[in-house]
């Protein structure tokens, strides 16, 4: 009877990782991408994509709190990186320019939207999260699918290796979530000047902005933001602003009055 508990709870505990699967996309460009796909049953899908000298295998603990909450996910190696290297590593590319490996990342992150959209999720439920450099790509991904679900950042620059973030979020007014440390005062500041550049094109209730003290990039998705990460993922943006103006007709003959009561946010 022990025997069978132990092997009953190691399937329980293990049933969600077995449905990954691995899966492989293709870019425009002739790099196979080596990606982690997970179904979950929410109907929403996010794309993960890692920082500059890691891999997918960074989000395992991100990656089991959406399997939790029946997210999906995918989870992608970027070009140069992981098991994405059938042109090359990331070590051997330019550094700079604007036509640089870093800056066509892009194009992995084409091909896992197209993946998405293949297996029947709409532009409008797919969500990308980057973390360093992934943040980079993420926003300069806009650029080209300005209609998903929201973008979350975790620790983004202005600039890494020549990606620029603001690129895609000028075009961008859609949810945002941005996480970063306060401890780090460049990396701080340049997160708050993109926050800002998000407000001005998304809007008020659309932007979360996150701090940790000493925490960076996959770090920062510990017990404390993970939590606000995951219910960001539900409700990405506030509810509308309505007007509270009454409008009262005691008959067609007579006056309508309107009363003001001023402006109210409905929810939490």
Same mark, same amino acid.
């Given at each position: 009877? +022990?025997?069978? =508990?132990? #092997?009953?709870?190691?399937? *329980?505990?293990?049933? %969600?990782?077995?449905?990954? /699967?691995?899966?492989?996309?293709?870019?425009?460009?002739?790099?196979?991408?080596?990606?982690?796909?997970?179904?979950?049953?929410?109907?929403?899908?996010?794309?993960?994509?890692?920082?500059?000298?890691?891999? +997918?295998?960074? =989000?395992? #603990?991100?990656?089991?709190? *959406?399997?939790?909450? %029946?997210?999906?996910?995918? /989870?992608?190696?970027?070009?140069?990186?992981?098991?994405?290297?059938?042109?090359?590593?990331?070590?051997?590319?330019?550094?700079?320019?604007?036509?640089?490996?870093?800056?066509?990342?892009?194009?992995?992150?084409?091909?896992?939207?197209?993946?998405?959209?293949?297996?029947?999720?709409?532009?409008?439920?797919?969500?990308?999260?980057?973390?360093?450099?992934?943040?980079?790509?993420?926003?300069?991904?806009?650029?080209?699918?300005?209609?998903?679900?929201?973008?979350?950042?975790?620790?983004?620059?202005?600039?890494?290796?020549?990606?620029?973030?603001?690129?895609?979020?000028?075009?961008?007014?859609?949810?945002?979530?941005?996480?970063?440390?306060?401890?780090?005062?460049?990396?701080?500041?340049?997160?708050?000047?993109?926050?800002?550049?998000?407000?001005?094109?998304?809007?008020?209730?659309?932007?979360?902005?996150?701090?940790?003290?000493?925490?960076?990039?996959?770090?920062?998705?510990?017990?404390?933001?993970?939590?606000?990460?995951?219910?960001?993922?539900?409700?990405?943006?506030?509810?509308?602003?309505?007007?509270?103006?009454?409008?009262?007709?005691?008959?067609?003959?007579?006056?309508?009055?309107?009363?003001?009561?001023?402006?109210?946010?409905?929810?939490?």
């Amino acid at each position: 009877m +022990r025997k069978l =508990f132990l #092997t009953s709870l190691f399937c *329980l505990c293990f049933a %969600n990782v077995w449905a990954q /699967s691995n899966v492989n996309l293709s870019t425009s460009d002739g790099w196979a991408i080596a990606a982690t796909f997970y179904q979950g049953e929410s109907g929403r899908c996010v794309i993960l994509l890692h920082d500059l000298e890691k891999s +997918r295998s960074e =989000f395992a #603990t991100l990656t089991e709190r *959406l399997r939790n909450e %029946n997210f999906c996910y995918l /989870s992608i190696d970027l070009r140069g990186h992981g098991y994405s290297t059938n042109k090359g590593r990331y070590d051997s590319f330019e550094k700079t320019g604007q036509k640089n490996e870093f800056n066509k990342m892009t194009e992995d992150v084409y091909s896992a939207i197209k993946y998405l959209i293949a297996k029947g999720f709409a532009e409008k439920d797919i969500y990308i999260l980057g973390v360093g450099l992934g943040a980079n790509v993420a926003g300069k991904s806009l650029t080209k699918y300005s209609d998903i679900a929201g973008v979350a950042m975790i620790t983004p620059s202005l600039k890494q290796r020549d990606v620029v973030t603001l690129s895609g979020i000028k075009d961008y007014k859609g949810p945002v979530f941005i996480g970063v440390s306060s401890e780090d005062r460049k990396q701080f500041m340049e997160a708050s000047f993109i926050r800002n550049a998000a407000f001005l094109h998304s809007g008020q209730g659309k932007v979360t902005f996150q701090t940790a003290y000493n925490l960076k990039g996959t770090a920062m998705l510990n017990k404390y933001m993970l939590p606000a990460l995951t219910q960001w993922f539900k409700t990405p943006a506030l509810p509308e602003v309505n007007s509270d103006i009454v409008k009262i007709s005691v008959n067609s003959e007579e006056k309508v009055e309107e009363e003001d009561y001023g402006t109210s946010f409905y929810g939490d």
